[in-house]
């Protein structure tokens, strides 16, 4: 897929044909990098003196970009102290069920077993659909009555991830609003119940982030990491409008790097995040 900037600037002008300041501008800004990067960019150009051109635009933006960003997305590894505790966190509709599953299907292609935790217990839909991904997948999906105590419920399928000798449980927790305090004191909550069995859980906090969102996505990224430390980003819904660069503006602003991407709605679409294929699709 082309990148979304490149698709802009080749509409204002050929690739050795000048462009000027304004639209260049705009169009950084249109990207969702955030300011402190779009300045950095038109700052570079500015240093560099080079004549703005389509194709200096584009390679100063990936490397500045660039240097946000990890080269590849951390994968997960299991580890010999017992379970690894993966906390699914964000807001509604980014799509954590899904990628809670998809994270799953990674995990069991790599030969690694997993639990999956369907702590959203204020969805009904979100649990059965939960359900019915882990009967896909052959993987087991731990619940509880409509209501019950997220919190209570981590601590049992830790427990039970542990009586299984399983390598990964996966947590789907409850959309919220990063606004909402109570809610957000909850994860804590969530965290303070998974330490009584393993004080270093969770050892993994991903934030879904919908890319669509834009600058909304690093505002939501500030509070869930100020409420329960995330450890990398989900990255869903990238269409090439250019909307992925809110993964810089979070990496740039909050030190949290994206770690996976979401590719599709099948159970294999979920990818290691890539730098340069990512930029690429981006810009």
């Known amino acids: 897929m082309a990148g979304w900037l490149k698709g802009v600037l080749g509409r204002i002008t050929g690739a050795h044909d000048a462009v000027d300041w304004e639209e260049v501008e705009a169009a950084l800004w249109q990207s969702d990098l955030g300011a402190?990067?779009?300045?950095?960019?038109?700052?570079?150009?500015?240093?560099?003196?080079?004549?703005?051109?389509?194709?200096?635009?584009?390679?100063?933006?990936?490397e500045e970009a660039s240097r946000f960003l990890p080269v590849k997305g951390e994968d997960l590894t299991p580890s010999t102290e017992g379970p690894v505790v993966i906390l699914m966190v964000g807001v509604n509709g980014t799509g954590k069920t899904t990628s809670s599953a998809k994270l799953a299907a990674?995990?069991?292609?790599?030969?690694?077993?997993?639990?999956?935790?369907?702590?959203?217990?204020?969805?009904?839909?979100?649990?059965?659909?939960?359900?019915?991904?882990?009967?896909?997948?052959?993987?087991?999906?731990?619940?509880?009555?409509?209501?019950?105590?997220?919190?209570?419920l981590c601590h049992d399928a830790l427990a039970k991830a542990k009586r299984l000798k399983s390598d990964f449980l996966i947590c789907d927790t409850a959309g919220r609003?990063?606004?909402?305090?109570?809610?957000?004191?909850?994860?804590?909550?969530?965290?303070?119940?998974?330490?009584?069995?393993?004080?270093?859980?969770?050892?993994?906090?991903?934030?879904?982030?919908?890319?669509?969102?834009?600058?909304?996505?690093?505002?939501?990224?500030?509070?869930?990491?100020?409420?329960?430390?995330?450890?990398?980003?989900?990255?869903?819904?990238?269409?090439?409008?250019?909307?992925?660069?809110?993964?810089?503006?979070?990496?740039?602003?909050?030190?949290?790097?994206?770690?996976?991407?979401?590719?599709?709605e099948q159970a294999e679409d979920l990818a290691l995040f890539d730098r340069t294929s990512f930029l690429e699709r981006m810009l």
């Open 106 to 152: 990674h995990l069991k292609s790599r030969g690694h077993s997993v639990l999956l935790c369907a702590a959203d217990t204020f969805r009904a839909a979100a649990v059965e659909q939960l359900k019915s991904w882990g009967e896909r997948l052959g993987v087991e999906v731990v619940s509880s009555e409509y209501g019950a105590d997220p919190a209570a």
């Open 177 to 264: 609003l990063h606004t909402k305090s109570n809610l957000m004191q909850e994860l804590a909550k969530v965290k303070r119940s998974l330490g009584k069995i393993d004080p270093a859980a969770p050892h993994e906090v991903f934030l879904v982030a919908d890319t669509t969102t834009g600058s909304n996505a690093v505002v939501q990224a500030k509070e869930f990491h100020t409420a329960t430390p995330l450890t990398g980003l989900i990255l869903t819904k990238l269409d090439g409008s250019g909307k992925g660069g809110v993964a810089v503006a979070i990496a740039r602003e909050t030190g949290v790097l994206p770690r996976f991407i979401g590719t599709g």
């Open 36 to 62: 402190p990067t779009a300045t950095s960019i038109l700052e570079a150009l500015r240093s560099k003196g080079l004549a703005l051109h389509s194709e200096n635009v584009l390679a100063t933006a990936r």
